[in-house]
């Protein structure tokens, strides 16, 4: 299993963000898959993930990564000036994940929240688990 980001199936923001590296993606080296899918389950329980943790995770290389890690190591695959974003990795991690956390834990109140995961459309249907 590599390059598979796992995200909230349920999160408004999520969602988009999944749609945003979708269409930055060019190489399509990014699998996706939901916390809440049997395959998410899996693989949060081979990488043994804390069960506080509800952010972005990203396996990459046999590694997983939470939050801001996850975020900035997407980034540098992206298109356009996003790959730029990974110069933040320099901030050390706790006050980068400071500032994830304050938009993971308010995700819900202020982009909403989905009564179930969103339907990949056909032409993507494969970049999912």
């Avoid at 996003?82 to 834990?105: E, G, N, T």
Wanted: proline fraction near 4%; aromatic fraction near 14%.
């Amino acid at each position: 299993m590599n390059n598979i980001v796992l995200f909230d199936g349920e999160c408004n923001f999520c969602d988009h963000s999944v749609q945003f590296i979708i269409n930055r993606d060019k190489e399509a080296i990014f699998k996706f898959t939901s916390l809440q899918s049997d395959v998410g389950q899996e693989i949060t329980r081979k990488y043994q993930v804390p069960e506080h943790i509800d952010s972005i995770i990203l396996v990459k290389d046999d590694k997983c990564y939470f939050k801001s890690a996850a975020a900035l190591r997407i980034c540098k695959h992206l298109s356009g000036g996003w790959k730029l974003f990974s110069v933040l990795s320099i901030i050390p991690k706790p006050i980068r994940d400071y500032f994830y956390d304050i938009l993971a834990k308010n995700r819900y109140k202020w982009f909403g929240k989905k009564e179930s995961c969103m339907i990949p459309l056909p032409e993507i249907r494969d970049r999912f688990l």
